[in-house]
């Protein structure tokens, strides 16, 4: 299996991603609610293989000089989920520090 994603991104597009690791596969899914670019992005957020239910993910980007400052908030955070939440998120950071970093 491979990482997959697939991505309809206008208001009320969905999407699905699936990425495997250690032989394990997980699929978050979701629903575009906000998308005003380049400041604002809002979506639901569900992996159903753990919970039925969904958060609400915003996005948000601000200038700052030559770069940017981006803020994530997460509400409807399911109790008990924290820490994976907040470990997954920061991993996603730090590999998207990287990857901007070898282009600046």
Known sequence: ???TAQIDARIGGAYTITD????QVYTAIG????IDRP???VFT?????FSPDFDRLTVEIVPDGTGCIVT????????GYEKSTKRGWSKMFKQLA??????G
């Open 1 to 3: 299996m491979k990482n």
């Open 20 to 23: 495997e690791r250690d032989g």
């Open 31 to 34: 629903e575009y609610l906000v």
């Open 39 to 41: 400041r604002r992005l």
């Open 45 to 49: 957020f569900g992996m159903p293989q």
């Open 72 to 79: 994530l908030i997460q509400e409807d955070l399911q109790s």
């Open 98 to 103: 990287m990857v901007l970093g070898e282009r």
